[in-house]
């Protein structure tokens, strides 16, 4: 049992130190952009706008490296320990990073930044789509494989 614990676990501590660090990333992000958002005196000035889309642009590609990371484990690791091997909390971590990224849509629409919101959910979209095509696609297909239990009973 101790030399099943040692193939991986340098491993696991490396991928969660990489995931603090993305996280701690994503919150700083989605902190500035909250507060340009709430202290910027003139939101529509295209400098401004520019500055929030290039920040809600690192923030997206961040969540999705973040997603990325956390699906590797799955993808590398052989002999993966049986509790990790739920599909459904997954799908609804997933879910929650999907809808965290559309949260700075929904602030955009608020603060009345229409263009900035057409533009920031179609490049959501996208990460989105490109998230399913690889990282949900290699969890699911990991999941068949390895015959894993994909429907709870």
């Known amino acids: 049992m101790v030399k099943i614990d040692e193939e991986y676990t340098s491993y696991f501590e490396h991928n969660k130190t990489i995931t ?3 996280s701690l990333f994503a919150g700083f992000i989605f902190t500035s952009i909250t507060f340009l958002l709430t202290r910027l005196s003139d939101t529509r000035d295209v400098f ?3 500055t929030l889309l ?6 997206y590609i961040t969540l999705f490296v973040l ?9 590398y690791i052989k002999n993966i ?8 909390p997954f ?4 879910l929650i ?13 608020l603060y009345h930044l229409s263009y900035l919101a057409i533009i920031s959910g179609i ?16 969890f699911f297909e990991q999941a068949l494989k390895r015959n894993w239990n994909t429907r709870e009973k």
């Open 67 to 75: 997603m990325n990371n956390l699906e590797m484990p799955f993808e």
């Open 91 to 94: 799908f609804f971590l997933l």
């Open 123 to 138: 490049i959501w979209f996208m990460i989105i789509l490109i998230s399913i095509v690889s990282t949900v696609r290699r």
């Open 48 to 50: 401004a706008q520019a």
């Open 20 to 22: 603090q660090v993305l």
């Open 54 to 59: 290039f920040l809600t642009i690192l923030f």
């Open 81 to 88: 320990p049986t509790m990790t091997l739920k599909v459904r």
């Open 97 to 109: 990073f999907y809808l965290f990224g559309a949260s700075t849509i929904m602030m955009f629409l």
